[in-house]
């Protein structure tokens, strides 16, 4: 039968092990489970368990037990170094496919921009004849004493700010939910009356709604109530209800064109349609930039 | 002959990553059983040479361990990792040409070959 080792004689050539310099937990199991094997091939019954535990351990070294250790540890200094150098490598790698995504959103936003603004420019060569026409009339109804000026600026908000947006125009920057509040839609058209105000164009300022105009939702009181309300604020705009049909016209007219809703618009008296803007293009910000453009 | 431990010094990784690619897992004494057993005696790695080359295997990535009790203490395995297998084979196929380079530049005499 083989020899087995106590779990005293382990632990014996375990401490051993430690008091003779190993420290690295992982070379003491190593060193332990080899003199252990030594030991069981070459113990037997009756035999001094001591003097052939020194006989074999001495096996293992020249001078001292932890001259193992010394060596393990230099070569593993080595190891490190390389270890660094991939780390240094991925964190490079990284920082690179970093900089690679930021710049092409950079490019996107750009062109996204640009490609907005082009279309816009494409735009002004169109005509807006039906809404127009339906515009002119419900003004007529609605405002029959009011001198109508070369431009008519349509707003039609109802869509949240960017929080690029509210800093040009020094507004808080709330939370989404929050900006869909009243409030939020109150500051919107402000800041088209204060571009009004600083750009004194022959321009005639129309703020638009829906029957249900959002953030009212399908609550046609609620937007009546809005609108006497900011009526009562706003005396130089003209407010306009139940406009679907003007927005109906003009998705006709942009068929293909465009995605999403405009929310400020430019008419000429010819019915050429000489701004549009969406919410997606950083609306007040475009509007401002063609109002400079307009003679004063 | 048993050949010296500063020969063997500089081939250790590529005898283990060798050893390692033929079996699945083994442990440093198993290591030093199978060497000296193909070898005819010839080759013995000592224990202090085999264990820091192991733990600097393990350190570059080369091999992977597994630790189990074997009755009241433990014991670790060695095999190879992914990288270490592509490994091996390179380190095996360097030193086989490394062999072939060596025997040729002892077999033939320098002075005649510089001169013709």
């Known amino acids: 039968m083989p020899y087995s080792l106590s779990e005293e004689q382990i632990d014996y050539i375990l401490n051993d092990i430690k008091q003779r310099g190993v420290e690295m937990e992982k070379l003491q199991i190593n060193l332990l489970d080899h003199v252990c094997i030594l030991l069981e091939e070459r113990l037997k019954e009756g035999d001094d368990f001591k003097k052939v535990y020194e006989e074999a351990i001495k096996e293992f070294f020249d001078k001292n037990l932890n001259e193992i250790e010394k060596e393990t540890k ?3 200094k080595n190891k490190h170094y390389y270890k660094m150098k991939k780390v240094w490598y991925f964190i490079l790698f990284v920082s690179l496919g970093y900089n690679v995504i930021m710049g092409s959103k950079a490019v996107y936003k750009y062109f996204k921009y640009k490609n907005e603004m082009r279309e816009w420019l494409e735009l002004k060569e169109t005509t807006f004849k039906e809404g127009h026409t339906y515009l002119l009339q419900k003004l007529k109804e609605e405002y029959p004493e009011a001198k109508i000026k070369d431009y008519i600026c349509i707003s039609f908000l109802g869509q949240p700010m960017s929080d690029e947006e509210r800093e040009i125009f020094g507004l808080d920057k709330d939370t989404a939910s929050e900006r869909q509040t009243l409030i939020g839609l109150k ?20 703020f638009a709604f829906e029957k249900n105009h959002f953030p009212f939702r399908k609550n046609e009181e609620a937007t009546d109530e809005f609108i006497i309300s900011m009526k009562q604020e706003f005396k130089s705009a003209l407010f306009l209800k139940d406009m679907n049909k003007l927005m109906a016209a003009y998705e006709n007219n942009r068929k293909g064109k465009v995605k999403f809703y405009p929310t400020i618009f430019v008419v000429d008296r010819n019915s ?25 | 002959m048993l050949f010296s431990s500063e020969l063997i010094k500089g081939t250790l990784k590529t005898i283990i990553l060798k050893m390692l690619s033929e079996n699945r897992r083994m442990y440093g004494y198993e290591i030093t059983q199978a060497v000296k057993e193909i070898t005819g005696d010839k080759i013995q790695i000592r224990e202090g040479a085999l264990y820091p080359s192991l733990h600097s295997l393990e350190a570059e990535g080369l091999l992977i361990t597994e630790t189990e009790y074997i009755g009241k203490r433990l014991r670790i395995y060695y095999s190879l990792s992914k990288e270490g297998k592509s490994k091996s084979k390179e380190k095996i196929k360097e030193f086989n040409e490394f062999m072939a380079t060596m025997k040729h530049l002892l077999d033939t005499k320098t002075k005649h070959a510089l001169l013709s």
């Open chain 1, 187 to 206: 500051q919107e058209y402000k800041s088209i009356d204060s571009l009004s105000n600083i750009y004194k164009n022959n321009i005639t300022y129309v």
């Open chain 1, 74 to 76: 230099s070569l593993l």
């Open chain 1, 272 to 296: 050429k349609l000489v701004f549009d803007c969406n919410y997606f293009a950083k609306q007040h910000v475009y509007l401002a930039k063609f109002l400079k453009t307009l003679p004063g």
